[in-house]
């Protein structure tokens, strides 16, 4: 009885700790997400009543070749940006792995600082240093001897310069998740391999990689979902130029919703992008784990 | 225990939400006179003149209280839009010609024309256009402009000095002066690159000068793929093509800062940059003076002016007191406009009575200047609907940044324009 009772208050304490962020989460997500789909079946300016137009809207985008561009512009970005925040973020978190505890906090708190930044501020802040003519990008190369880059205002460099803010923003924080899986491989494993003549890259291929599988999908994937969501940066620094060239796939809703007022359209087009990612991320969870196995 | 602290904790919520509720309720029924609110997000000495303007015609009708609210200016169009649409949007506000279309399609204006009387019409300029077509749809009147100006070609008289070269006044001049002036420090022009209705509304003029136009209202069909809308393209075009300009630039392209600070030689400005470019403002030391924006060989000086109108909300409680507020701040009142125009904000008035009393006060320097050569002749901003401002934004974009020519391009938008036209059934 007594145990009955025990396990009747912690399971009542859960639901009730759990309940508050339930209530937010409620609020301020799932009521919303139902809302937009709602809305999604609409044709509305914001303005006029809404008038049902039922899956209009959503065989309106598979005719439009500027959505479908966007998101080729998306899927771009997301190539650029993965690879290239996974390999820095574990290259930096194996860097720090090998060094004492208060410098390697030290160092860590400093990779993390970035990512405290808010995504516009720092955007502003780039955005002075990609500067053609005055910024410190272009005058470190000078003094290198290179011809000044256009950066923000070439339709071939913008989007790999929008990469590199969201690649300093956000290595920190992925450098922190892996040097947690690191750090969590138990030393006698590496102990073992240098008794056995192991090198360093026969180490990390064959003791620190596959053991942080998990760690690997986790980056994989949210850093997969985050890069499909950027925002801040393109609107702050290029909004959606020079030509189209940074025109990602929800800086083309939110100009659809807020610059043409179509609503009910951009709210398709959400759910649509939202589909993109999902199935994205079911993919790689599957062809990840698989290998696993 | 448990069981005593949870009833505890949820008493305690509901007390602290009967209270807020009462507390909702008291300031819902403490409200029983007349009062409108007024959206605008001209701040500074613009809003505080505005302010008085709301002040003083409280005095003419002591019933009514106009409130004058300051909202950011970011995302200002935004903001109108959701308050409006969740039932907490002001009963008037500042609108401009570029964005006013949209309201009236969704019949969110107040219909002003049984206020505005023949004689109130009279004093309104009728320049090259009157600015008060910008603001009818279907012969009925849903605003009133209370201020406008132009743009011109502001230039650093050191710069052009130092190149040894005259301010142009023709486009072969504009990139001779261009190429000149643009070195590893500084650029020769600031253009808006930006796709968007501020980058739109720079570009009129270019293609208006060489007597090309947008729409055929009365027959609603375009005339955008004409030869002097390809030449205003490829003009643009060059000009980023040839690293005169920027695409991005530390501040807005149309700020004063620009030139001020000598980042670059030559930008278009508007009124909104000539307090402080002029003697006594923040750039004075700059010694920066302006022309006409250039014209193609053969073209007729035109101007693009833009300025906000006040715009009261069909959705109003008050909507009879709304309209006479409007008609009585902006075709009656003169002092204050006179004041706005000259302390508030530097601009011109659509008024003729206004205008007059402006002459006093503009005796000198830059804004007299201005107010002579720029402001007379213009055509006011054109109220389009958002689908043609984004075709056409695309057009500039493509001659800009991709391998678009002017004259393919303006046929392509101007084939789209017609599209969307055909299928289209709002005000124009």
Request: aromatic share 14%; hydrophobic share 45%; with cysteine.
């Amino acid at each position: 009885m007594m145990k009955t009772n025990r396990k009747l208050y912690e399971n009542l304490s859960a639901y009730f700790l759990l309940f508050p962020d339930l209530l937010l989460l409620t609020m301020f997500v799932f009521i919303p997400v139902l809302g937009s789909f709602y809305l999604s079946l609409h044709k509305w300016n914001g303005l006029s009543q809404m008038i049902f137009v039922g899956l209009g809207n959503y065989r309106r985008i598979f005719r439009d070749l500027a959505w479908w561009h966007s998101v080729g512009i998306s899927f771009l970005y997301t190539l650029m940006y993965v690879p290239a925040v996974f390999a820095v973020a574990l290259a930096l978190a194996l860097l720090l792995s090998n060094l004492k505890a208060r410098i390697q906090g030290l160092f860590g708190t400093l990779y993390f600082v970035p990512f405290a930044v808010s995504g516009i501020v720092a955007s502003f802040i780039w955005k002075f240093l990609y500067s053609p003519k005055n910024g410190y990008i272009n005058q470190a190369l000078a003094f290198l001897g290179v011809a000044p880059q256009l950066w923000l205002g070439s339709t071939k460099q913008a989007l790999i310069s929008v990469v590199i803010v969201s690649l300093w923003m956000h290595v920190g924080f992925n450098m922190i998740i892996f040097l947690a899986g690191i750090l969590d491989i138990p030393a006698n494993y590496y102990e073992a391999a240098e008794i056995d003549g192991a090198r360093s890259v026969t180490k990390f291929f064959r003791i620190t990689f596959p053991l942080l599988r998990n760690t690997n999908i986790f980056i994989l994937i949210t850093s997969s979902i985050l890069s499909f969501q950027v925002f801040d940066q393109v609107k702050a620094m290029t909004n959606g130029g020079p030509g189209d060239a940074t025109n990602v796939s929800v800086f083309h809703i939110y100009r659809q919703a807020f610059e043409m007022f179509h609503f009910g359209y951009s709210a398709s087009m959400a759910f649509v992008l939202f589909m993109i990612i999902l199935v994205i991320s079911l993919l790689q969870l599957n062809v990840l784990k698989s290998s696993r196995d | 225990m448990f069981y005593k602290r949870t009833l505890i904790f949820l008493l305690i919520l509901s007390s602290v939400g009967a209270v807020l509720y009462a507390t909702g309720q008291q300031a819902v029924s403490a409200q029983e006179q007349v009062e409108v609110f007024f959206w605008s997000h001209l701040g500074g000495t613009a809003g505080e003149v505005l302010t008085e303007i709301c002040e003083k015609y409280s005095t003419i009708e002591p019933g009514v209280t106009v409130t004058y609210e300051l909202t950011p200016r970011v995302d200002w169009e935004n903001k109108i839009t959701t308050a409006l649409a969740t039932g907490t949007g002001p009963d008037i506000f500042t609108l401009s010609p570029g964005n006013f279309l949209r309201f009236v399609n969704a019949d969110a204006t107040v219909d002003l024309t049984p206020y505005f009387t023949p004689e109130m019409e009279s004093d309104f300029s009728s320049t090259l256009y009157n600015p008060l077509e910008s603001f009818r749809s279907d012969g009925k009147l849903y605003a009133i402009p209370f201020e406008g100006g132009g743009i011109a070609l502001f230039y650093r008289r050191d710069m052009l000095g130092s190149a040894g070269i005259e301010p142009p006044e023709y486009w072969d001049e504009l990139l001779l002066a261009c190429d000149k002036l643009t070195d590893d420090k500084i650029y020769g022009i600031s253009l808006n690159a930006a796709k968007g209705s501020n980058q739109n509304y720079q570009w009129y003029p270019f293609m208006w000068q060489g007597g090309g136009d947008i729409l055929d209202e009365v027959n609603r069909k375009s005339v955008f793929g004409s030869q002097a809308t390809a030449d205003a393209l490829d003009l643009w075009g060059t000009i980023i093509k040839k690293g005169y300009t920027a695409a991005q630039f530390p501040a807005h392209p149309a700020d004063q800062v620009l030139i001020g600070q000598g980042l670059v030689a030559m930008q278009i400005v508007g009124n909104w940059g000539v307090n402080d470019l002029d003697e006594g403002g923040k750039f004075e030391a700059a010694s920066v003076d302006f022309v006409h924006l250039p014209k193609p060989q053969g073209g007729k000086y035109v101007n693009d002016l833009g300025g906000n109108a006040l715009v009261g909300s069909s959705k109003s409680k008050y909507a009879d007191e709304v309209a006479k507020f409007i008609v009585w701040a902006t075709a009656e009142e003169v002092d204050l406009l006179i004041r706005y125009c000259s302390y508030g904000k530097y601009s011109a008035s659509p008024r003729v009575s206004v205008m007059n009393g402006l002459t006093s006060v503009y005796t000198k320097g830059l804004k007299k200047k201005f107010a002579d050569l720029i402001n007379p002749a213009g055509r006011y901003e054109p109220s389009l609907p958002p689908e043609i401002v984004d075709i056409i934004g695309d057009a500039i974009q493509n001659c800009m940044f991709k391998n678009g020519k002017g004259l393919n391009e303006a046929k392509k938008a101007s084939d789209r324009i017609d599209e969307f036209l055909n299928t289209y059934t709002g005000a124009m």
